[in-house]
């Protein structure tokens, strides 16, 4: 039986009834007809109500795996759409996720094949022609065709994924459910092994390695104190060593100079507008090894000592100083004391660590 022609927009069509024609041209395996239809969700989806958009989310997420490889990221990012208005972050991420996976996997393909074929400048997904980038790197010793296909298409759309993953992985559940469920760390190391210098992957790492209600001990050595905190959504280290000081020099746990009130101000939920202030460092910061933890990574570098991440305060061997600020703006940030340990209970933690590295160890 043949299939209907997909409808035009000024055949005034719902959103929803766009999305079931979506499904039926996915369902029938209609490569043709899946651009259209496809075009036809996205210009009805603006003027959609928010329960539409919120329950076309995982309808149309639901597609991805199907959906024919260069239109896919579009979709995907139409889904990232969904989820910026309400629709379920959850039950949206779970193909969004794999898509980007596919894509990181595709990229590193080419990467790897373009070097292996003469290297020279990678293509730039706007102006060269995806076509002569598979000819390249297309070697059925190596690389057939469809592996070459899915790795251009890997390069010429990982942008778009990534703003689609921005899109889910900003949202706590989501953190939690890709990192229980080993997502988080197959991303991380794909993104460490990426080796194109077009695709600035930095801010998705940090997002998906964000940490929300979770349990952070603090050591002070030359004190010998200890703190129980909680963490919620502190994207750098950096946000952590100012909020450390402000709660534990500025609550007067800890000898030292209080941070300015607008510093701590902007790494929790203020934004800059402008401005450009200063932190200053208070404390170095180590691991349970003595190992050095630095302000430019995050703060799931803290390693756990059972089962809780545990930090330990030193003297810092040097000044320091930052802009203040959160790496991840529009992600709000804290940090909480919940309890000060009993000078036994801190004594005895503070003897399960080692002292830190000095400086030529560190720097080594």
């Known amino acids: 039986m043949a299939s209907q022609h997909t409808p035009t927009p000024h055949q005034q069509l719902a959103f929803t009834e766009a999305v079931a024609v979506l499904e039926a041209v996915v ?3 209609e490569e043709e007809r899946f651009g259209p239809a496809l075009g036809l969700v996205g210009s009805l989806f603006g003027p959609a109500g928010p329960q539409e958009v919120a329950a076309a989310g995982p309808r149309l997420a639901a597609l991805l795996p199907d959906a024919p490889p260069f239109p896919r990221s579009h979709l995907a990012m139409i889904v990232g759409a969904c989820v910026e208005r309400g629709a ?3 039950a949206c991420a779970g193909p969004v996720l794999a898509g980007l996976r596919g894509a990181l ?3 590193q393909r080419l990467v790897e094949r373009w070097e292996a074929t003469g290297g020279g400048p990678l293509p730039d997904p706007e102006d060269d022609d995806p076509g002569e980038a598979h000819e390249r790197i297309a070697d059925p010793a190596v690389l057939d065709a469809w592996q070459a296909h899915l790795a251009v298409v890997g390069w010429w759309t990982l942008e778009l994924w ?3 993953a921005w899109a889910v992985l900003a949202h706590a559940p989501v953190r939690a459910e890709a990192r229980a469920s080993g997502v988080t760390a197959v ?5 460490a092994r990426y080796g194109g210098e077009r695709h600035d992957l930095k801010g998705l790492a940090y997002l998906a390695q964000v940490l929300d209600d979770e349990p952070l001990l603090v050591l002070d050595r030359p004190t010998g104190t200890g703190y129980l905190l909680r963490m919620d959504g502190l994207s750098d280290t950096f946000q952590l060593h100012t909020l450390l000081a402000d709660v534990l020099i500025g609550g007067g746990h800890l000898p030292g100079v209080r941070q300015d009130p607008e510093v701590v101000a902007l790494c929790r939920t203020a934004h800059p507008e402008g401005r450009r202030l200063i932190a200053a460092g208070a404390f170095n910061l180590v691991a349970p090894d003595g190992s050095w933890l630095w302000n430019e990574g995050t703060p799931a570098d803290i390693p756990l000592l059972d089962g809780v991440r545990t930090l ?11 802009s203040a600020g959160r790496f991840i703006p529009d992600l709000p940030g804290d940090l909480r004391l919940e309890r000060v340990l009993s000078p036994a209970e801190a004594a005895e933690r503070l003897s399960r660590t080692a002292p830190a590295q000095s400086s030529a160890e560190a720097f080594r």
């Open 27 to 29: 369902a029938a395996e």
């Open 88 to 90: 379920d972050p959850s």
């Open 105 to 107: 996997t595709g990229a």
């Open 162 to 164: 990534q703003q689609a």
């Open 187 to 191: 991303l991380l190391e794909l993104i």
């Open 312 to 322: 330990v305060l030193e003297p810092q061997p040097y000044e320091r100083t930052w």
